[in-house]
């Protein structure tokens, strides 16, 4: 039986980038693949199928041809199109559709920390970057290792203007974000003979940072962290010949602590002293909504500091790039090994990032998600501080609510069966602590969806009795 031309009910829009006949021919494939067209059944022919849906008859030709070339169709000379026997095991188009709105996947919520939300404007923005770059001429030549002269001293600008960190092009490095930061200080910290490689690190802490010195065969030293972030006092369980040292003390990552002024003076000094680095991971100073950051520690110690930048909380983590300062021979170290093995950022992301910071829009967009941050920033501490202490507030894009261990544990296991995936301290603790707490991220979730999940939470606190 030969199919009616309207029974394939194809679309074709002009407007969409695949070729019309691909359009066609994903039309086809789809009918079949769903079994609406039944094996053996007879395609219209082209001339029909061409007036049907409008288009010329090379177009529906074509779209037969490649079918039949991929063994959807089989030709018959002098007979017509008819659909094969195709079994239905693979059916790669059904596993990409994105989850229907009402399926349980979509409808889970995470709070996971550290994920950003991109404003409308930041997203003009980042086209129109991209077509400024798209205007230039592909970079023929290697670039420098350090990364594009422009953006270095556009980042020199930034740091100085918004983290009063003075610096100049010639001692930041372009990164591909804070963990590849880390790897480089790490590699040009060991090529020293005879280091002993031992990383001091928050306890809880940014887990991919003490995975990384692991991956490169450093021994991780848990210090405590509390109320200030790191206990610096606590350094001296260290073994004493540590060679660096890795914080967050802007917003100690994940418990929230904004390490204060003696603390980071106390901090630079041990450096001075022990001959240690430290790495600063800045990794979220952009949002702040009550008070401005406080001097980074690179400031007071610039000599013995890397200071770690990253877009991972702005533009967003998949983007990859980010920057570090660094004294003078570690900056040499790291651009002699990136040029022996060709490890340099892409350039086009790098002028796409010079061109955001160039025109103002990075400030601007900034700006924008800071509004939202802040909000959520201040809904959070509204509805969770009558059950515990919260820490983190007035940063970032998470808070932490300090809870016992088991507590966490029991709220975050309640929210998960109602669709709401809320991480624990306990994810970011490598050693025991007494801490335990609820972390809460509210970077990437739409308004509806961050209320329902703050009333889960609410609702789970309460069932606990939590108060
Ligand atoms: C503490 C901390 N530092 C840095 C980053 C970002 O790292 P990267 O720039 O490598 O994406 C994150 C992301 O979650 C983080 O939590």
Known sequence: MTLPPNSLSITVDRADRRTLPVQVADGIRTAI???????????????????????????????????VAEG??????????????????????????????????????????????????????????????????PPGDYPDPAGLLDLRTRIADLLGRARGLHTTADSIVVTTGSIHGLDLALGALSAHLGVEKVLALENPGYRSAAALAEHRGWTVHDVPVDRGGLEVGELKTAPPRTPAVYVTPSHQYPTGGLMPIARRRALADWARNTGSTIIEDDYDSEFRYGIAP?????????????????????LGAGVRLGWMVAPPSMVERI??????????????????????????????????????????????????????????????????LMLDTDVARDVAADCATNGVDVPTLEHSTRSPTTQGGVVVGYGSVSDDRFQRALGVLVDALERKGVS
């Open 72 to 137: 959807w169709l089989d030709a018959r000379r002098g007979s017509g199109n008819y659909v094969r026997d195709v079994p239905h095991a693979v059916r790669s188009h059904r596993r990409l559709r994105p989850a229907r709105e009402d399926s349980p996947v979509a409808q889970r919520i995470s709070l996971r920390p550290g994920i950003p939300w991109t404003p409308p404007r930041a997203s003009e923005a980042w086209k129109r970057a991209w077509r400024d770059v798209g205007a230039s001429p």
């Open 294 to 314: 406080l001097p980074t520690v690179t400031e007071l110690v610039p000599d013995n500091a890397v200071y770690l930048g990253t877009v991972s909380k702005t």
């Open 33 to 67: 693949d769903r079994g609406e067209l039944a094996p053996g059944a007879r395609l219209p022919s082209t001339r029909a199928l061409s007036v049907e849906v409008g288009l010329a008859r090379a177009v529906v030709e074509k779209a037969y041809e490649q079918l």
């Open 335 to 400: 651009t002699e090994t990136r040029r022996a093995i060709g490890d340099h950022p892409s350039i086009p992301i790098q002028y796409a990032m010079s061109s955001l910071l160039r025109d103002g829009e990075w400030d601007r967009s900034v700006r924008a998600a800071r509004r939202i941050y802040r909000a959520r920033d201040r809904i959070v501490a509204a509805a969770l501080s009558r059950f515990g202490e919260l820490r983190g507030v007035g940063a970032g894009l998470h808070t932490v």
